[in-house]
């Protein structure tokens, strides 16, 4: 009896502790920067991390389109950037962009690639209090030397390369 009582006292402090976990205001925001080499859109075995790249994270809410949340960092030597950020942001839309690179090669920002919208609210049935994020991209002016030989080994060459890198691939 005493062992039945001692588990389900145990079972009683996990229960509380996980409430207690969930029960968070703070969130990392995690992910990656790359310089997009063969200027696709996503990673390659050619696309390099950039350490130093400015990335920022901005919550503003849905209906008056306010800013209620601003911060910023940098990446590290792997090209991951990790961001905190406080507050329960239920009804905003919080979105991390890029801001700058350091590599002089490697600056030009797509629109389509600049920014990751990111859920910063404990209601959405998220028990972590860390939100990953897809990489972020900035561009070469022109691919370097083996995209095109990638491009043909994945068999996307007409599907993915715009019309003014044919040539330069």
Known sequence: MAKA????????????????VADFEIFDVE???????????????LSDTIEGATVSLACSDIETNNVTFITEGKTDYIG???????GDHENDICEVKLVNSPKEDCKKIVPELVYNRIVCS?????????RFVNPLFFQKDKPIHGCKELVEKMELVDLLILENDKETL
Do not use: P
């Open 5 to 20: 009582i001692l588990l389900l006292s145990a079972l009683c402090v996990l229960a509380i502790a996980n409430f207690a």
């Open 31 to 45: 992910g990656k920067v790359f310089c997009d080499t063969c200027r696709l859109g996503f990673v390659t075995s």
């Open 80 to 86: 991951k950037y990790t961001l905190t950020v406080e």
């Open 122 to 130: 404990k209601n959405v049935g998220m028990h972590n209090a860390v």
